[in-house]
């Protein structure tokens, strides 16, 4: 991803102010009327008649949260009026603890009380949910007090919302943001980028940034408009990448560290990152971070992570060519230190300066992809040398070998259809837990890396599933998301309220619940639906290369007859996670485009990630295995193509939604299946099969163009993780390209 704002910053503006991007911000966008009062219902309190939202309590986010509940009440039906005699009451309890709630409801009279806004926003969601999902405007008589399962949830910012540094002003990242965060049990918001734009340095002034006072306020500002909503900022900083000859590295000679692999730099440059031994180095790093938290005390912690990315250190992606085989770094300070050792000293550093000035501010530290550079899978020498105040986060799916029917898939990334724990995982929170370092897990909500290309695969079930293996963690907190597609404030993203703020639920329960709610007579066609592609994604046979391929473009994936497809250039993009492979502000990578397209099946990539366990080959696992899944997902849209239809104007807006979500799975896995069957036969010279499979594939594209019109947030263009083409015009290409084998 892009690391900072600044060489988008149009687009992300633009972005922001995207129609369907505001419409998905509104958190009550699907509240229907609720019903009259039901007199069968034992102990319940009718909200008939009108009503009084008043607050008497005085934190940040009271007015808000009342703002949001009357909202909430008159688009239910309720009538709202400040002459009511019957109240509901935002009331300040400095006894109720952090993130937690009290509601007491009697005749005339619901009062919701918390100590701040956390705790506050979650009772205002309890008694919104409650009301939607029972349908009728009446409570249930008596208290209810409730904490959530972990204290700290986090996500991902809304669909089009900017998280990346340092524009984060409303017009890049809405309070309309923070609210729909909210009203999915989310109090933290994940922030991305170079942390040299807040650089106020007087240990190495040369890295002072002229607009580091800015981009403070900037800061500063979107802190405090989210916590008015419950949510706390959490930073993931990307650290310097500088050229050799830098000005600091020629005052300060020990500032630099390993010079990077040259393999990862694409413009031939020789960049280093900072020493992450020399004391210089370690007591800058603790005056940014110190001073962020000085300047934004609003700020949620630190999000570090030293595996593979981000916040670098000397032996994260160092060049060791002609280098002795034993060697880990090419940085002299470093050389003769354990890795473990170096990346601990840098923590302990880090976390030493924001606790001096913030003590209770997470600092996780995120060994993603750290077998790039610890010979133990589990990096429990790190975990056995980490300080007081640092805590581990670590992922629930991730660096496992998936059993499977006749093969085993490699989990190397995020997954759908993995859901954990990982066997490095429950070695590392058993570790944690004897050294009493705080868990934080990190999950996918809502997608896998099979299937960055949608909002989120709808397969309840199977991501039920992951939450519920995520909770038997116990972990202090939950990273629910990477910056993918964009919190969509869907069903699945939905089930992570329910698993925190409604453990005792029964498995398939919440979902069942949802899709009385939203679709009401077409319930159990949807609960079918979820069930059939929790099956299909049982099937997805491995996780494929980032945005390439047919599970990435989907129904608009060519099929090439030759090295190319036709019109090659209206598939290539802008991949911006390939900036990490540049010198800090470098704008190289925005100038290389990358075809998006598999002309040939991917066999290097198959035997990393499937390995048979008897004769098998790769491609025949792959093809048989997509073969099911297309069985199970053609189920899945059949099941809601024929769904009986409501007569809420509303539920039929959400079962359309979902249908489409639905249908699209199902053409992308087809057309996923019918691409690698084409290059398989391909590879054998199988002209007449080709042929074959390619028209089946135009059926299918041409089934996939008006479903686009409808959904046209499926668009791939209007992602802002790189800058990708049409969707819309891939279509058109493809079916030209065709039209022109097969005839018209």
């Known amino acids: 991803m892009m690391h900072n704002s600044l060489l988008i910053a149009d687009r992300l503006l633009r972005a922001n102010q995207d129609e369907i991007a505001i419409e998905r911000r509104a958190p009550h966008r699907s509240i229907r009327r609720l019903a009259a009062v039901d007199t069968d219902r034992p102990n319940a309190v009718g909200l008939d008649g009108s009503w009084l939202v008043t607050r008497e309590a005085s934190f940040t986010g009271a007015t808000e949260a009342a703002e949001d509940l009357s909202d909430y009440l008159a688009r239910a039906g309720i ?88 524009d ?20 933290g918001m994940t922030l991305y980028g170079d942390w040299l734009l807040y650089v106020e340095s007087r240990i190495f002034p040369e890295l002072n940034h002229p607009k580091s006072k800015e981009n403070l306020e900037k800061l500063q500002d979107a802190a405090r408009r989210a916590a008015k909503y419950g949510i706390s900022l959490y930073y993931v900083p990307v650290s310097p990448k500088l050229d050799g000859n830098h000005p600091l590295f020629q005052r300060v000679p020990s500032a630099r560290g390993a010079r990077i692999n040259p393999g990862l730099v694409q413009n031939g440059k020789e960049i280093y990152n900072l020493c992450s031994s ?54 002299p300070n470093c050389r003769d230190k354990q890795p473990e050792d170096a990346v601990n000293g840098l923590l302990r550093a880090t976390a030493d300066a924001v606790h001096a000035v913030k003590p209770d501010a997470p600092i996780m530290t995120w060994p993603y992809s750290a077998f790039v550079w610890s010979s133990d899978p589990a990096q429990l020498a790190l975990i056995d040398g980490m300080s007081n105040g640092v805590s581990l986060l670590s992922t629930i799916e991730k660096d496992e070998w998936a059993v499977k029917e006749g093969y085993d898939k490699k989990i ?141 473009i989907g129904p608009a994936h060519p099929l090439a007859f030759g090295d190319l497809p036709d019109e090659p250039e209206l598939y290539e993009a802008l991949l911006y996670y390939l900036q990490e492979n540049e010198e800090t502000f470098s704008n190289a990578t925005n100038e290389v485009k990358h075809s998006l397209v598999l002309t040939s099946l991917p066999h290097s990539h198959m035997k990393f990630t499937i390995r048979p366990r008897n004769d098998s080959e790769p491609a025949d696992i792959l093809i048989r295995e997509y073969e099911i899944a297309c069985r199970h997902a053609l189920q899945a849209y059949q099941a809601v193509a024929s769904a009986p239809a409501s007569e809420d104007s509303l539920q039929v807006k959400m079962a359309a939604e979902e249908c489409a979500l639905i249908e699209y799975v199902y053409r992308t896995l087809l057309t996923t299946l019918n691409t690698y069957k084409f290059l398989l036969a391909k590879e054998s010279g199988n002209k007449n099969l080709m042929l074959e499979i390619a028209a089946k594939e135009r059926e299918n594209a041409e089934a996939a163009v008006p479903l686009l019109a409808r959904a046209p947030w499926l668009e791939l263009s209007r992602r802002t993780d790189g800058e990708f083409p049409s969707t819309a015009t891939m279509l058109e290409a493809k079916l030209r390209s065709l039209a022109n084998v097969l005839g018209r």
């Open 278 to 331: 020399d004391p210089d180095c370690l007591d800058f790093h603790g005056e940014t971070m110190a001073n962020l938290f000085r300047e934004v005390p609003e700020l949620g912690g630190l999000i570090l992570i030293i595996g593979g990315e981000s916040y670098y250190h000397c032996f994260m992606r160092p060049d060791l060519r002609d280098l002795p085989d034993e060697a880990r770094t090419n940085c």
């Open 412 to 552: 190397w990334d995020y997954s759908v259809d993995y859901t954990g724990p990982a066997t490095n995982l429950l070695q590392q929170a058993e570790d944690a837990a004897g050294k009493q370092i705080p868990l934080y897990i990190k999950t996918e909500t809502a997608i896998g890396l099979e299937c960055i290309h949608i909002p989120y695969m709808p397969a309840l079930g199977r991501l039920e599933e992951k939450w519920r293996n995520t909770a038997a963690m116990s972990p202090a907190g939950v990273l629910q998301s990477w910056m993918f597609f964009g919190m969509w404030g869907s069903r699945a993203e939905e089930l992570g309220w329910w698993a925190s703020w409604r453990p005792e639920l029964s498995a398939g329960e919440a979902a069942a619940i949802m899709a009385k709610r939203d679709f009401g007579p077409a319930a159990e066609a949807f609960i079918n639906a979820w069930r059939e592609l929790d099956q299909a994604v049982a099937h997805l046979p491995y996780i494929p290369i980032y945005f390439t391929g047919p599970e990435f």
């Open 168 to 187: 984060l002003d409303e017009a890049y990242l809405s309070d309309e943001a923070f609210g729909l965060l909210a009203h999915y049990g989310i109090n």
């Open 79 to 166: 009538e709202v009026n400040e002459h009511a005699e019957q109240r509901f009451v935002i009331r300040e309890d400095a006894s109720i603890g952090k993130g937690c709630f009290k509601r007491e409801v009697r005749i005339g009279e619901v009062v919701i009380e918390a100590s701040e806004a956390k705790g506050l926003w979650a009772g205002i969601v309890w008694t919104e949910r409650e009301l939607s999902a029972s349908g009728v405007a009446c409570l249930e008589a008596g208290i209810v007090e409730r904490s959530p399962q972990w204290q700290v949830q986090i996500s991902q910012a809304p669909y089009l919302s900017n998280y990346l540094v340092p």
